[in-house]
């Protein structure tokens, strides 16, 4: 988006501060001035000259707006505009339907129940999917001995379980139990993966093309009735079941797949598995859920032939959407200059292109189309046949935070899919990614290292940077040489970026990531990243504080009041988003820092508020351990403070 007048002033002291501030330098370098009522003269002089000052306030403040906007400008940063948050979307077939399997095209819409205060919030799917009519509901983990139903544990996504058994050794395997037999087309299994053994989620950043970190195989096989037979696999997203993702393979030939009743299970299932030829895991994989017929999909409304304008043949010429903002790759721009309708390429500015070349430039926040000037891009030529002769043949809109709606909210099918249950389509997690559109503050304090990373993560502030703009996150940390799997010892090559995404703490006040936020945010900084480096993105761990105080109110105090104030003062400084030392001296804080110490003085110092007389006692609990009076309290680095239940006692004297 076009940047925006709205820096902060240099001078913010208004017209009665400064008539207060000359009256109080009255009595010292005049003291014969005694009479400073509003009727003298001198008074009404100074009155005049503060309102001039004020206005000129003012106007000299404009200077350095307008030079930072054009500065942004001429370096080629706009507002980063919004981005739509995306979720897997489960179609699920109608029992006894007559075909195995359906197809629900590509751009299928779903949306919210209840519209938000701007309308509806719509999900498009990203590609086609094929949903199998089979039922997924029976499975088993097999760890070289015996067999374990796990199928409740898959049911509520809330406990996790062991595919392959503890330990996850060669030999050990995966049972998918189905109500009817598979078709001879593409089956698409989502797994979402449990973070390992830590009070943190964890995700290894790394390329879908590259392979996981452990050395492990998989056989992916079905029973066909009297032994087991190889299936073809055509992608694992989920890398051997380290992480989230997809898993696609192609069902056998109709009729090679035969019901049997095989381990803890009485009743006859057609079973595929997953087996361990060749075991390599640090610990064995655990899994919150699998599902079939699942599908991601994005935040995004389609918009097809649409008539943006017509050429005069002048340069620079400007065309404007109907509609915005534009999802990132989704416009196809053709321009007919009299033998038909060409598609134009999108580029991100004019420096590289040719006076023959057919670019063009778009702002996704604005819908606005900007052609070339004959040296930089070509002029388009205008039609003789109309002045409407540039058409957007598809595009897509979408985008902020109002995305990234909850687990279970995306329920209703726009349209019909014949075959598909509409009644049980949903989002089986959160959507993530979704932000709104740039401030100018922002962008004004991204400018500096923009200018500095250019768009490659080399320094843990490129890290940090590039996180914070590849998803909803309020804060990053990025921590060199941290293994999250061996905390406490430095390995060369690793650095792992801490995000706390934008939530409300007073409602959450130990916000953790979600899985779509770690993946969106990955996928953002493997491309951006050193080939040799080893990238994690892991939530934040937190220290719950208490505190325990005893106040003394000033007399003429309302205690409910000076008790709320109080304490909201101290929330406020603990919080990891708007806390810190610089809490309630600007309107957000930086957040409490990683690994911040608390300092006894500098607590005191937050307890004595208007309506405080003094404090009588003061102590300080975290996770727990309640230290002495006076002390100071040591934080691990990387560690973020959450606020617990703060117990403050106020009294008169």
């Known amino acids: 988006m076009p940047l925006q007048d709205q820096l902060p002033v240099i001078d913010d002291r208004t017209f009665q501060e400064i008539v207060d501030e000359a009256r109080s330098r009255i009595p010292r370098y005049t003291p014969e001035w005694t009479d400073q009522n509003d009727s003298d003269l001198g008074i009404t002089m100074v009155q005049l000259f503060a309102w001039l000052t004020e206005m000129q306030i003012y106007r000299m403040s404009k200077v350095p707006r307008l030079n930072y906007i054009k500065f942004l400008e001429l370096v080629g940063i706009e507002l980063e505009p919004a981005k739509p948050a995306t979720a897997r979307i489960e179609f699920p077939v109608l029992p006894g339907f007559a075909d195995p399997y359906v197809i629900v095209n590509a751009r299928t819409q779903i949306t919210t129940e209840e519209p938000d205060e701007i309308g509806q919030i719509i999900f498009e799917t990203d590609r086609s999917l094929i949903a199998i009519r089979a039922k997924l509901d029976r499975l088993q983990a097999f760890d070289g001995f015996a067999y374990r139903d796990i199928s409740q544990e898959n049911d509520d996504i809330t406990a996790?379980?062991?595919?392959?058994?503890?330990?996850?050794?060669?030999?050990?395997?995966?049972?998918?139990?189905?109500?009817?037999?598979?078709?001879?087309?593409?089956?698409?299994?989502?797994?979402?993966?449990?973070?390992?053994?830590?009070?943190?989620?964890?995700?290894?950043?790394?390329?879908?093309?590259?392979?996981?970190?452990?050395?492990?195989?998989?056989?992916?096989?079905?029973?066909?009735?009297?032994?087991?037979?190889?299936?073809?696999?055509?992608?694992?997203?989920?890398?051997?079941?380290?992480?989230?993702?997809?898993?696609?393979?192609?069902?056998?030939?109709?009729?090679?797949?035969?019901?049997?009743?095989?381990?803890?299970?009485?009743?006859?299932?057609?079973?595929?598995?997953?087996?361990?030829?060749?075991?390599?895991?640090?610990?064995?994989?655990?899994?919150?859920?699998?599902?079939?017929?699942?599908?991601?999909?994005?935040?995004?409304?389609?918009?097809?032939?649409?008539?943006?304008?017509?050429?005069?043949?002048?340069?620079?010429?400007?065309?404007?959407?109907?509609?915005?903002?534009?999802?990132?790759?989704?416009?196809?721009?053709?321009?007919?200059?009299?033998?038909?309708?060409?598609?134009?390429?999108?580029?991100?500015?004019?420096?590289?292109?040719?006076?023959?070349?057919?670019?063009?430039?778009?702002?996704?926040?604005?819908?606005?189309?900007?052609?070339?000037?004959?040296?930089?891009?070509?002029?388009?030529?205008?039609?003789?046949?109309?002045?409407?002769?540039?058409?957007?043949?598809?595009?897509?809109?979408?985008?902020?935070?109002?995305?990234?709606?909850?687990?279970?909210?995306?329920?209703?099918?726009?349209?019909?899919?014949?075959?598909?249950?509409?009644?049980?389509?949903?989002?089986?997690?959160?959507?993530?990614?979704?932000?709104?559109?740039?401030?100018?503050?922002?962008?004004?304090?991204?400018?500096?290292?923009?200018?500095?990373?250019?768009?490659?993560?080399?320094?843990?502030?490129?890290?940090?940077?590039?996180?914070?703009?590849?998803?909803?996150?309020?804060?990053?940390?990025?921590?060199?040489?941290?293994?999250?799997?061996?905390?406490?010892?430095?390995v060369p090559g690793v650095i792992s970026v801490v995000l706390v995404p934008k939530v409300n703490t007073a409602e959450n006040p130990a916000p953790m990531p979600s899985e779509g936020t770690l993946q969106t945010v990955c996928a953002f900084l493997h491309d951006r990243r050193l080939l040799t480096s080893e990238l994690y993105v892991i939530g934040p761990r937190y220290q719950q504080v208490i505190i325990n105080a005893e106040l003394i109110a000033q007399d003429s105090a309302d205690l409910a009041i000076v008790k709320t104030d109080v304490v909201n003062n101290i929330t406020r400084y603990f919080d990891p988003i708007i806390g810190g030392e610089d809490s309630g001296l600007t309107e957000d804080g930086s957040g409490w820092p990683f690994g911040g110490d608390i300092f006894y003085s500098l607590l005191y110092k937050r307890m004595l508020i208007d309506g405080v007389k003094r404090v009588v006692s003061l102590t300080v609990t975290l996770d727990g351990d309640e230290y002495e009076p006076c002390q100071d309290v040591e934080v691990a680095a990387g560690i973020l403070l959450s606020n617990g239940a703060h117990q403050i006692e106020l009294r008169y004297d």
């Open 160 to 490: 996790s379980f062991e595919p392959f058994g503890h330990l996850a050794n060669d030999g050990s395997a995966w049972l998918l139990g189905f109500d009817s037999e598979l078709p001879p087309a593409t089956i698409s299994l989502t797994v979402w993966v449990k973070g390992e053994e830590h009070e943190f989620p964890i995700l290894q950043c790394s390329g879908e093309q590259l392979q996981p970190s452990v050395s492990v195989e998989l056989a992916w096989e079905y029973w066909n009735g009297f032994e087991w037979r190889r299936l073809d696999l055509l992608k694992d997203d989920s890398g051997r079941l380290t992480r989230s993702g997809e898993v696609q393979l192609i069902g056998p030939a109709k009729g090679e797949m035969i019901a049997a009743a095989l381990g803890k299970v009485t009743d006859k299932r057609h079973w595929i598995r997953a087996r361990v030829t060749r075991s390599g895991y640090q610990t064995a994989p655990q899994l919150l859920a699998i599902r079939t017929n699942t599908i991601t999909a994005t935040q995004a409304d389609t918009i097809e032939f649409e008539t943006v304008g017509g050429s005069d043949g002048r340069v620079d010429q400007v065309a404007t959407l109907g509609s915005n903002p534009v999802i990132a790759g989704s416009l196809e721009l053709q321009v007919d200059e009299g033998s038909g309708f060409e598609t134009w390429l999108e580029q991100p500015d004019f420096f590289g292109s040719g006076p023959d070349d057919n670019h063009y430039v778009l702002n996704r926040s604005t819908g606005e189309i900007r052609f070339g000037n004959g040296i930089h891009a070509r002029i388009p030529v205008a039609n003789p046949r109309g002045p409407a002769n540039f058409r957007a043949r598809i595009y897509r809109i979408g985008g902020g935070l109002r995305g990234n709606v909850a687990e279970q909210s995306l329920s209703v099918l726009q349209g019909s899919v014949p075959g598909i249950d509409a009644n049980g389509i949903t989002n089986l997690f959160p959507a993530a990614g979704g932000v709104d559109e740039e401030t100018f503050d922002e962008a004004r304090r991204r400018a500096p290292r923009v200018l500095k990373s250019r768009e490659r993560a080399v320094t843990s502030e490129d890290f940090e940077l590039l996180a914070i703009r590849a998803a909803n996150i309020a804060r990053a940390k990025a921590l060199p040489l941290f293994h999250p799997k061996f905390p406490g010892v430095e």
